[in-house]
């Protein structure tokens, strides 16, 4: 456990990258990489694990591969153009025919993730500004659509799209931000539009 977390040290001062922030992009409570780093949870689970990796934009294999001794070299990942494709509300419910097409976009984003479903989309408005501020860029993976408690998601709902955090029992989308905003209660049908699997911040 040494080993792994000093690797993770390493990786968020590589990325500069905080251990909450890390943890939110993972789809992990707030505290799950702190408490590793600080042996509160000293056999994290494998989700748990998975979640780490996510938020230190590694596969789960890049995380557990362990050095033998001395610092962790950062492991060269190619870089990936994900096209910028349109713009998702976070805040009320907005309406919309499909802004989400993959095809020709007027801008692209390079991430480290490499897959071949990804989309970028623009954040506008204050309800997710804990996880992804007004103005920031979420990396959408359309083919990841099935819904785990806790994970963020870009949804419609009756032809109107939001970026919310997904819990379960009941089944509902919460926001996560500074000023009070409500949590929608899934009444009728969702079209999941794709999991939010980074947040990408503009420093002023």
Same mark, same amino acid.
Not at 19 to 32: H, I, K, P, V, Y
Not at 121 to 133: D, E, T
Not at 142 to 154: I, M, N, T, W
């Given at each position: 456990?040494?080993?792994?977390?000093?690797?993770?040290?390493?990786?968020?001062?590589?990325?500069?990258?905080?251990?909450?922030?890390?943890?939110?992009?993972?789809?992990?409570?707030?505290?799950?990489?702190?408490?590793?780093?600080?042996?509160?949870?000293?056999?994290?689970? *494998?989700?748990?694990?998975?979640?780490?990796?996510?938020?230190?934009?590694?596969?789960?294999?890049?995380?557990?591969?362990?050095?033998?001794?001395?610092?962790?070299?950062?492991?060269? /990942?190619? $870089? %990936?153009? $994900?096209?910028?494709?349109?713009?998702?509300?976070?805040?009320?419910?907005?309406?919309?025919?499909?802004?989400?097409?993959? =095809?020709?976009?007027?801008? +692209?984003?390079?991430?480290?993730?490499?897959?071949?479903?990804?989309?970028?989309?623009?954040?506008?408005?204050?309800?997710?500004? *804990? $996880?992804?501020?007004? =103005?920031?860029?979420?990396?959408?993976?359309?083919?990841?659509?099935?819904?785990?408690?806790?994970?963020?998601?870009?949804? /419609?709902? !009756? !032809?109107?799209?939001?970026?919310?955090? +997904? *819990?379960?029992?009941?089944?509902?989308?919460?926001?996560?931000?500074?000023?009070?905003?409500?949590?929608?209660?899934?009444?009728?049908?969702?079209?999941?539009?794709?999991?939010?699997? %980074?947040?990408?911040?503009?420093? =002023?």
């Amino acid at each position: 456990m040494t080993d792994l977390r000093e690797k993770i040290r390493s990786r968020l001062r590589e990325l500069s990258k905080s251990a909450r922030r890390a943890s939110l992009d993972g789809g992990l409570t707030s505290d799950a990489i702190r408490n590793v780093l600080r042996t509160k949870s000293r056999n994290p689970r *494998r989700d748990t694990l998975e979640g780490i990796a996510r938020g230190l934009n590694w596969t789960l294999e890049e995380l557990l591969e362990l050095p033998s001794a001395g610092n962790v070299s950062a492991i060269e /990942k190619p $870089v %990936q153009n $994900v096209p910028l494709v349109s713009w998702v509300m976070a805040g009320r419910l907005t309406e919309t025919e499909d802004p989400y097409a993959v =095809g020709d976009a007027a801008d +692209y984003i390079a991430v480290t993730h490499q897959r071949n479903t990804l989309i970028a989309l623009k954040v506008n408005g204050q309800s997710m500004n *804990r $996880v992804a501020p007004e =103005g920031s860029t979420v990396i959408v993976d359309y083919a990841d659509k099935s819904l785990e408690s806790g994970r963020y998601y870009v949804v /419609k709902l !009756g !032809g109107d799209a939001t970026f919310k955090r +997904y *819990r379960s029992n009941p089944d509902r989308l919460e926001p996560d931000s500074t000023e009070p905003h409500e949590t929608v209660f899934i009444q009728s049908e969702i079209e999941v539009v794709g999991r939010v699997i %980074q947040v990408i911040n503009e420093l =002023g």
